[in-house]
């Protein structure tokens, strides 16, 4: 009887375990109580200094509800807005989906770049916390995330924002929100007309493959689905893609290559920014030598 | 977001490192249980440079007096919801009187409870020890086996090892259908084992394939070689019934 015990104890245990490694997609923060924006003395991804500035009457903080899908009750996404909400209805808007770092505080420098993409307040600009980021309610899961995305879209649509004038642009964890908008549009309240990557991965499972040399499937570590590689294939909008050279993250030979080359669309653009590691990438090509692709871009 | 996937890869990561299982065979007829734990460094910021804690529990059996058979299980990858498996034998296919050597062909089995995605890598490990310090205690049992039984478990002895391991991909592709450039994934070892009455004291440092690169990926590996591979650390401990 011991031998039997002995025996099943470690399937009990396998089969007893839920642990997932999700989690460590996320690098989320959720301590602030409010977003500092200028003043906040964290770490940030860029340092922009104050050639631009945005003025606080520019500066829209606010929330919007979201369901997770899962019959649970809703709860809030804390997003920024910057530019004049009431023309939406006929701006062209930039939706930025931030990278996996902290909350909005950390990207509020690059915030504040797009929103002088062309000129002060040329294009308007939102940016969201995911759930469990910053101030924003719920915890980070893949799903979750794009659900808040969909919320900022229905949100844009409801201020008058129609697909022809919805540019998505994706830093790092964000590419995969913008995939997934370009390549199952109707899945969501909007579809975009234009796509912009900066330092894509091409997928879960291949970052899991590059760090373990085995060709180990994603589901023994995570439940993510994310397959950047794949659903660009479907996207039908143009791209910009813009990946430092030096990337230490996301190598650009192993992620940002594989996403373009996979580009299934009718337009692509490739900036390879020599030097440029995963975060820097504006500073390193310099930020209106940076600010000049995008609307030439946006633009063209 | 480079501190995402620090425990994740790291779990099974760079060739699944675990230590050598057996690099004596037992006795004719011996059984033994051994744990060991220990795995790939890694600089996890903020934190340390620390070997990553994966567990093994394992039971081997000598078939013959050079021959041993083993499997071992891994707690660590149970936690996270895989089955992980392993199973071969050792073979000592050459022995002089302080030293020998040996080849271990075995498996590696895993199977998530997620997606019921199961992957099989046959492993070839050889090792070859030296004998530095022996002390055998004499004993009166009768039979022939129970005398090389206790040859093995009262006699203290210290010895180093040097070998390999090498873990074979069958398939010919990687995710998003890329070649698999790595078909043998190959890492040197050195280990010492302090042999004391029923109890293996073991120490081993695996040098995790030091021709592939560790630079521009999701896990900052620590090596000896720089940017090239990692390093293994692991300590395991086993008892000789």
Same mark, same amino acid.
């Given at each position: 009887m011991k031998k039997l015990i002995y025996l099943l104890l470690p399937l009990i245990v396998f089969t007893a375990c839920r642990k997932? +490694?999700?989690?460590? +997609?996320f690098g989320n923060d959720n301590s602030i109580t409010e977003y500092k924006l200028d003043n906040y003395t964290g770490r940030t991804t860029l340092d922009v200094g104050n050639d631009y500035h945005v003025e606080d009457s520019m500066t829209h903080v606010f929330q919007y509800d979201i369901s997770n899908g899962a019959g649970e009750q809703p709860f809030m996404i804390s997003a920024i807005y910057t530019g004049e909400i009431s023309q939406i209805a006929t701006d062209t808007v930039i939706l930025y989906c931030h990278?996996?770092?902290?909350?909005?505080d950390f990207y509020w420098p690059r915030q504040k770049l797009y929103s002088h993409l062309g000129g002060t307040h040329r294009y308007g600009v939102l940016m969201i916390d995911y759930p469990g980021y910053g101030l924003s309610d719920g915890t980070p899961t893949e799903q979750n995330m794009y659900d808040a995305v969909n919320g900022a879209l229905k949100w844009l649509k409801a201020n008058g924002l129609t697909n022809d004038r919805l540019v998505m642009f994706g830093f790092s964890l964000g590419t995969a929100s913008v995939c997934q908008v370009a390549g199952n549009p109707n899945d969501f309240e909007m579809k975009a007309s234009k796509i912009i990557l900066e330092a894509p991965f091409a997928s879960a499972e291949k970052m899991i493959q590059d760090a373990s040399v085995l060709a180990f499937p994603a589901s023994y570590f995570v439940s993510l689905k994310v397959e950047n590689a794949i659903e660009i294939q479907k996207a039908t909008v143009p791209l910009l893609w813009i990946h430092g050279k030096a990337d230490s993250f996301l190598a650009i030979d192993k992620h940002g290559e594989l996403v373009f080359a996979n580009y299934g669309g009718p337009s692509k653009t490739a900036v390879r920014v020599p030097g440029g590691d995963h975060e820097d990438t504006p500073y390193v090509m310099g930020y209106e030598v940076y600010l000049a692709a995008l609307l030439s871009f946006i633009t063209q | 977001m480079k501190h995402l996937f620090y425990l994740i890869t790291s779990i099974f990561a760079l060739g699944a490192c675990a230590p050598s299982h057996f690099v004596k065979p037992l006795a004719y007829k011996q059984h033994a249980v051994s744990a060991s734990l220990g795995g790939a460094m890694l600089k996890v910021p903020g934190v340390a440079t620390i070997p990553v804690p994966n567990t093994t529990l394992g039971y081997g059996y000598g078939v013959k007096q050079d021959l041993t058979v083993y499997g071992n299980l891994y707690p660590t990858a149970a936690i996270f919801g895989v089955f992980q498996f392993d199973a071969g034998c050792t073979l000592q296919f050459w022995k002089q009187k302080n030293m020998g050597a040996t080849v271990s062909p075995g498996i590696n089995f895993l199977f998530d409870r997620f997606e019921k995605n199961a992957g099989l890598w046959p492993q070839l490990d050889a090792n070859f020890y030296w004998n530095y310090f022996e002390r055998k205690t004499s004993s009166d049992h009768k039979d022939g086996v129970s005398q090389l039984k206790s040859l093995h478990v009262d006699g203290h002895t210290n010895f180093f090892y040097v070998g390999f391991s090498n873990w074979f991909q069958l398939k010919g592709t990687m995710t998003l259908g890329l070649k698999q450039e790595n078909r043998l994934v190959f890492s040197p070892q050195i280990g010492h084992t302090f042999e004391r009455g029923h109890w293996n004291y073991n120490l081993e440092l695996k040098f995790l394939t030091p021709y592939l690169s560790n630079q521009n990926i999701i896990v900052d590996y620590v090596s000896p070689f720089g940017k090239r591979g990692g390093l293994g650390a692991f300590f395991s401990v086993t008892y000789r019934l």
């Open positions: 997932r +490694l999700d989690s460590f +997609l990278g996996t770092a902290d909350h909005n | -």
